[in-house]
């Protein structure tokens, strides 16, 4: 009841941080997966370039959020920038993993039928594997969005907005019905992210009739 | 029309495909290219659509080496036909047959008339499958979907990889009896690959034997079944006991 009644009262402050929170998710997914994608779908094909670039976004997973986002400030300062950055870093590794994967996975004698028919690697890679690995490359944006609203939290920690601000509030007031304030409001937009990539990925399965 | 000269196929770690072949393909010839599993009747096939490039000799299409095609031109000047699965199952059928002259460019009005001409000379019913994908399709359907396709953009040659070898016998005997017809209709040069002994001598004008990666005999299809050759008889011995209700002297021979 202390919930409803806080939100109700700070309604216009809890807007405002929920869509400063998917702002900093938003541009930080956005940024990952114009990573992400081009980079999966180059390392698909070069065993070199995969290990590396796995080999880097697996060591961005295993840092500690918050330590990531300190580590940050010196280079980027205090702001949004640095936790779109570390939202971005964290969020490319499903993304990247999952390109791979996807496009490694598309059976064999389709790419081999394409190429007999003389597509390009152009109209193979637009036509026939990324349609294919759709599924599988939205799958892993689904989990970045959906890890990235939790992690987004942290932001406040560097001053970068959001709905941590509630939290961290909370935590130095000692007042559990702050933290919720923010928790509860970030574990929503988490299940609708989901909800929604979730929508997405059954449209685009019936689109393409592969799922 | 298509001619290996002493072509041959080595893998990267140096393991030998295929060695020595000379062969000459003849425009308006349907040349059945047999053998066991493993004897590189596949990788023969690839050498022609340049899927894979000679390490040894040469492969002339229509009098040009493969190597000096460009790839692309290459393959789109070839029907590729191959088992079951080649069709695009993102696609509907009417997409995939229309693909070929749709990376040629072709104008819209024109492709879909042609695929619609395609569907009908293949015994698919356009107004049934057109919009259909692949997997609600039978078997059968989707071979001659694939032959459909192969067709399209009017090749040439056409190299088909095992067309008919995931298909029911009963099936498979009505798509070797269409495709036959029109094969002679057609007049294409077309390059098959079976393991299948009768399959060969049923569609074959000539038959190629291959045996660890090369080139035994190719003999009219006739000849081929009254060869003396020894490795031609072991073959054909070995393919009658492994096929019920047929041992060679063949009793079937060309329809």
Redo the contacts between chains.
Sequence with gaps: MDLVNYLLRNGHRVLSLTLEHLELVGVAIGAATAIGIPLGVAAARRPALKRWALGFANVMQTVPSLALFGFLIPATGIGAPTAIIALALYALLPILRNTCVGIAGVDRAVIEAARGMGMTRRQMLWEVELPLAMGVILAGVRVAAVTSVGVATIAAAVGAGGLGTFIFQGLTMVNNTVILAGAVPAAILAILADLGFGWIERRLGAAFGTL | MIEFRRAGFSLPGGRTLLSEINLRIERGETVALIGRSGSGKTTLLKLI?R?LDPTAGDVRVEGRSTLDWD??????R?G?V?????????FTIERNVG??PR?EGWPAERIQQRVLEMMQLVGLPPGEVASR?P?ELSGGQRQRAGVA?ALAADPPIL?MDEPFGALDPITRAELQREFRSLATSLGKTIVFVTHDIREAVRLGSRIALLEEGRLVAAHAARDFMNASDPRIRQFLAAAGDSVPGTSPPFPEGPE
């Design positions: 659509n899927l790839p692309i031109a290459l393959r789109r070839l590729y191959i088992q079951e699965t080649g069709l695009f199952p993102h693909v070929v990376l994908r997997h396709r190299l």
